[in-house]
């Protein structure tokens, strides 16, 4: 993904998802010894999904098993994968999960060389 930036705090995701009509969904899936794990996504309403728009006819499309939830469930789902969302800086819902660990790891060195 050229031209990205990786956002960390909760503010700074939720505005860019609402940005782009967007909505936070939890998925529910077996890993290969059965244990259910939830697999984060972000939902985004195509342009004929906004109420603003002309609603054509509409198809029914196939079950992703992705369930819609509060922001507040989502974040603490990404918190507790130590996630982070790494995005397009261009107008546009392209994005990906990434580990948080480099991340905060340098984050807080910076913060620490700023204190000395």
């Known amino acids: ?4 930036q990786t956002l960390v705090q909760h503010r700074d995701i939720q505005n860019w998802v609402a940005a782009r ?13 059965g ?3 939830a697999r984060l996504a972000l ?3 195509s342009p004929q999904d906004r109420p603003d728009s002309p609603r054509p006819d509409a198809t029914p499309q196939a079950d992703t098993g992705m369930s819609p939830v509060s922001w507040s469930a989502w974040l603490a789902e990404l918190d507790r994968q130590h996630l982070a969302l790494k995005v397009s800086s261009q107008n546009e819902a392209d994005f ?11 984050a807080h060195r910076n913060l ?3 204190l000395n």
């Not at 993904?1 to 990205?4: A, I, K, V």
């Not at 009509?21 to 010894?33: E, N, Q």
């Not at 990906?96 to 340098?106: A, K, L, P, T």
């Open 1 to 4: 993904m050229t031209n990205s």
């Open 96 to 106: 990906e999960f990434v580990e948080r660990q480099g991340i905060d790891d340098s």
């Open 35 to 37: 244990e259910i794990h």
């Open 112 to 114: 620490g060389d700023m």
């Open 43 to 45: 939902s985004f309403s």
């Open 21 to 33: 009509h967007g909505m936070p969904a939890i998925a529910r899936v077996p890993d290969t010894k």
